[in-house]
């Protein structure tokens, strides 16, 4: 099977480059897991700390530049572990950090919006998580070419509908309003860029079982967890949106 995902942190050329010799440790779906776990607790302790600052007022401006360093430094080793994935051991766990302190900002002033709102889209995070899983260990769900190539081009629409949405922003033209609005359309648009989130978690699941098989370097255990860290984020960020909306509704 062909190691492609719709996770621009998962190619093929990535795992091509990290096969190792013969008697070499190698990557395991057992360890990668750990290191999934490790990156998770990671980010819920980073969470935990702004969210427990947000509901002080003295903290405010340090939440800020917290949220700011935060959003970059997330941003830069993303990218720098995308294009180096030996340095994922160390750079994954930063990235969990970085994320962790940003969306506990970001979770607090949506549930000061939306209370209760953070642990539904948790749990339905973590829902939808599993029952990809599940549908993918069970055959239901299967990687198909048809599957990768729609997926590919569904999110090369929507980043490039971001980037032109966020382009025009500078120059004083405001995004459609389905994007945060909370009519029919704009939860169809959240509905449908959840659906492209959960089921790229298939196409990671493939990848990584993939790269297991074929015996890739064991530095790609934190590499492959960094990369389904970044769907799930995506996915719940997402869901927060979706709830938002439908909140807003009420």
């Not at 990668?32 to 947000?54: E, F, P, R």
């Not at 929507?158 to 609005?181: E, K, Q, R």
Request: contains cysteine; aromatic residues 12%; charged residues 10%.
């Amino acid at each position: 099977m062909g190691m492609q995902s719709s996770n621009p942190t998962l190619n093929e050329r990535t795992f091509g480059a990290a096969r190792v010799g013969v008697g070499e440790p190698t990557m395991t779906i057992q360890g990668t897991v750990n290191k999934t776990l490790i990156l998770l607790a990671i980010l819920i302790a980073g969470a935990m700390w702004t969210w427990s600052q947000a509901s002080n007022p003295a903290s405010a401006g340090m939440l800020g530049i917290v949220f700011f360093v935060s959003m970059i430094g997330g941003f830069i080793l993303a990218i720098a572990t995308s294009f180096k994935p030996t340095w994922s051991p160390v750079t994954a766990p930063i990235y969990a950090a970085c994320e962790g302190l940003l969306l506990g900002v970001l979770s607090a002033y949506f549930e000061a919006r939306y209370p209760g709102i953070v642990m539904q889209a948790v749990g339905l995070t973590f829902a939808v998580a599993f029952a990809m899983l599940m549908g993918y260990k069970s055959g239901w769900l299967q990687a198909t070419p048809a599957l990768r190539k729609g997926l590919m081009i569904a999110m090369g629409g929507l980043m490039i509908f971001y980037v032109v949405v966020w382009i025009a922003s500078m120059f004083g033209i405001h995004p459609p309003g389905f994007i945060n609005g909370g009519g029919p359309l704009g939860i169809a648009f959240s509905l449908f860029v959840v659906g492209i989130a959960s089921m790229s978690l298939i196409l990671d699941f493939d990848m990584i079982e993939s790269a297991a098989r074929e015996g890739v370097a064991q530095y790609m255990e934190w590499y492959g967890a960094f990369a389904l860290m970044v769907t799930l984020i995506w996915l719940y960020m997402e869901i927060l949106r979706l709830l938002s909306k439908i909140n807003r509704r009420d």
